[in-house]
């Protein structure tokens, strides 16, 4: 068996309507100054002022930081930084998407560690205590309330900085399926997607073991079961939380055993082109699949028959080639594009995006080896 070393951080906190007490939960923790690290849209959404009511019944100052885009840069983190520096909070609250909660874990690193955000970029960098931060995701995707990471792009080369620390971990992660209710289809859509991809590549990684492997199918047969659900039934809060707990085990699959080629060969079509994470990375991923079932099948086989008696999930016997068919049913039932042409890539830049695509951590985690052949491979079979 594969060595590991699981050491769970985070506290869970499942349920409709919990957001009410994110108060009562920063209260356990010490807390009396907090900063919540939101988004434009989730503010418009009520769901920014419903966690900060939560906190000032507790009798907890809040102050709110909003500037925060999809993929954060490093200028959003400096942005944080600036409030935090003025306002010297005893607690950090990411409340959003996956975004939120990366710039509340970068605000974190820079604020307690001092410097900037590359200075943390890697595995280990922060040599200070850091706050503690409370996790409230309003999507179903990224997983980051799981993980110890924050991906933060480099506001001047657009390169995505994976920092990592097992104190950038939130010490709660409160999980309130009601809140993925005011996602729009299209996020709903990329962000489900992403989850897919995660629990997708988690399961064949190089570090792959008996924890991440439970996490793994556990978020498949979660989000096979409900991904297509919440797209024909948005208000299915049912669907929503088990699309939230799949999204979530899948972070926890990642903290456990990283990612793969899908998502080395997605982040350059972001930086270069702007195509959103969760389109990236899924327009890559059915042929990653088939890519890594040539000596990887019978892991995907035995994945898939855990969902065998779900309505359109693949036959076991199908092996890689009938999940990498079955995922593209997904994104067409999305609504999202399937070929890298549609999205505006040139054929010329296939193998600039392969060099880049081989910088990429992820890709070394890959069950095959991939290099820029097998990249530049895999963006033509894409194209």
Known sequence: MVPFDFHPRTRFVFGSDRIDELGALAAELGARRAMVVSDPGIVKAGHTERGVASLERAGIETQVFDDVQENPTTANVEAGLRLAQEFQPDLIVGLGGGSSMDCAKGINFVFTGGGQMRDYWGIGKATKPMLPMIAVPTTAGTGSEAQSF???????TKVKMACGDKKASFRIALLDPKLTL???REVTALTGIDAVAHALETYVTKPRNAASLAFSREAW????????RVLDAPDDVEARGGM????CFAGLAIE????????AAANPLTATYGIVHGQAVSVMLPHVIQFNGEDFNEWYRDLIETTMELPGCPDPHTGAAG???????????????????????EREKLSDLAAHAAEQWTGRFNPREVGHAELLALYERAF
Do not use: C, W
């Open 323 to 345: 999940l990498a068919d079955y995922v593209t049913s997904l994104l067409e039932k999305a609504g999202l594009k399937t070929n890298l042409r549609d999205l505006g890539v």
């Open 182 to 184: 005011t996602q729009p």
């Open 244 to 247: 939230q707990l799949g999204a």
């Open 150 to 156: 924050a991906l933060i792009s480099d506001a001047e």
């Open 256 to 263: 456990n055993s990283m990612l793969g080629a899908a998502h």
């Open 221 to 228: 047969m979660l989000l096979a079961e409900n991904f297509a």
